[in-house]
């Protein structure tokens, strides 16, 4: 059989598990054992693939900063977070949909995960709008939407993975992603203000300096998770799998020092973020080895071959690897994304000469624009589910957000310094 024949088999193999409903792990490993198969690969070299994946100390990062973001969900440190956000952004029109970005952004310095600020501060903030008379498809869509910065603020899990598969300095991404964060919090504080004076938002608070010194000195402890995590990878005092572990040990410290939690209940969180974990790790394993596969079949080569017999410049180069990630972020997580298609995303960028840094944020941000769209957006499936609303109702109330995050990414296709002002300015 030929390597189009086979690579038709793979992907259309996935496809139609996808379309059934098949679980995104089960459904990658099926296609890469079938593919395997009809290649004449021996099927006990995908189980060496898993394996191999999953033997792989960096990803270890990944459980860390899940089990960081539990233990700060569970000891209520979203409530200072939005005690704090408050007494920031409270007086300004829409004061609820502004707090709930400005807690985003806060939980994103924190936690490095989307999904886990969704459900942090959603059950919180959700009920807390709609009975201020904010409507509760936009009130789960600005939820959904401003937890995507857990994806793009440092310490973020996909620059993590990201710099560990490409070979990157994670503390490069980290800078690379600070303006491009605040530019996407910028941008949806926008939008809720707008949306404020349409539908009559009040304001919650007026600017008091003692309420601000008062929200930041019990805010202050938490904020220190940020301050070390980043700070100490950007000064190479640990590495990012290192970094997950502190973080972890500062947050039980955090809420031993806080009592918001008992210590006895740190077993049955342990146990919570494992589980969490558990499917998510098992799919970067098939990704792995999906992955294996694309490349096995030369389909970065075939497809970098086309782009340089066509002539793509850089511009039009990142354009097609925005489609890709954008089309794929539709259905699968960030994480194995990016696994899959890196090697495509890399070959195209070697072949066309776009600068990595520069690649890596588009692709991080279009991951992250993944989580909000249909059908299979995560964040918009969790909001959705909090809010009690149903996916069509969040869906059009989401897509304004995400015009705005795409808007962004097509400007950082076309002014690169958006992206690396920063690590140039700070080398």
């Not at 088999?9 to 792990?25: C, E, H, K, N, S």
């Not at 097609?320 to 090697?343: E, K």
Request: with cysteine.
């Amino acid at each position: 059989m030929s390597d189009s024949m086979e690579i038709a088999v793979l992907f259309g193999t996935f496809i139609l598990l996808l379309v059934l409903r098949v679980p995104l792990a089960f459904g990658l490993a099926a296609a890469t054992l079938l593919t395997m198969l009809t290649a004449g690969i021996p099927p006990m070299l995908l189980v060496e693939r898993l394996y191999a994946a999953l033997d792989y100390f960096p990803l270890l990062a990944i459980p860390f900063f899940i089990l960081a973001g539990y233990l700060m969900n569970e000891g209520k440190i979203a409530d200072r977070f939005i005690d704090l956000a408050y007494a920031l952004v409270g007086h300004i029109r829409g004061g609820l949909a502004q707090v709930n970005v400005v807690v985003s952004m806060m939980f994103a310095m924190v936690s490095g995960t989307a999904s886990a600020d969704t459900a942090g501060t959603g059950s919180v903030l959700i009920p807390a709008m709609v009975k201020k008379g904010y409507a509760p498809g936009f009130s789960a869509a600005i939820t959904a939407a401003s937890s995507t910065m857990g994806a793009i603020i440092p310490p973020s899990v996909l620059m993590i993975v990201y710099g560990s598969l490409a070979n990157l300095s994670i503390s490069k991404l980290f800078l690379a992603g600070v303006v491009p964060g605040l530019a996407v919090g910028l941008s949806q504080m926008a939008i809720a203000y707008r949306r404020a004076i349409k539908d009559n938002h009040p304001r919650e608070t007026e600017v008091s300096l003692p309420f601000i010194a008062k929200s930041l000195r019990r805010a202050l402890l938490p904020l220190g998770v940020p301050l070390i995590i980043v700070g100490g990878i950007l000064a190479a005092w640990f590495t990012p799998t290192e970094a997950g572990v502190v973080a972890v040990a500062y947050s039980i410290v955090v809420i031993a020092l806080l009592r918001t939690i008992p210590l006895r209940s740190l077993p049955n969180i342990t146990r919570s973020a494992a589980l969490m974990v558990a499917l998510p790790t098992f799919a970067i394993a098939a990704s792995v080895a999906f992955g294996w596969m694309v490349a096995y079949l030369k389909l970065p080569d075939i497809i970098s071959g086309v782009m340089a017999m066509y002539e793509f410049g850089p511009t039009a180069s990142l354009f097609v690897i925005i489609a890709i990630f954008l089309v794929m972020g539709c259905f699968i997580d960030g994480v194995p994304a990016m696994i899959i298609f890196l090697p495509i995303a890399q070959k195209i960028a070697a072949t066309t000469g776009i600068d990595p840094l520069h690649m890596a944020m588009i692709i991080v941000m279009t991951a992250a624009l993944g989580l909000i769209t249909p059908p299979f957006g995560l964040c918009i499936l969790i909001a959705g589910r909090i809010a009690g609303v149903s996916t069509p109702v969040i869906v059009r109330e989401t897509m304004i957000f995400v015009w705005a995050i795409l808007a962004l990414i097509l400007l950082m296709v076309l002014f690169p310094e958006i992206v690396l002002f920063l690590p140039n300015l700070l080398g």
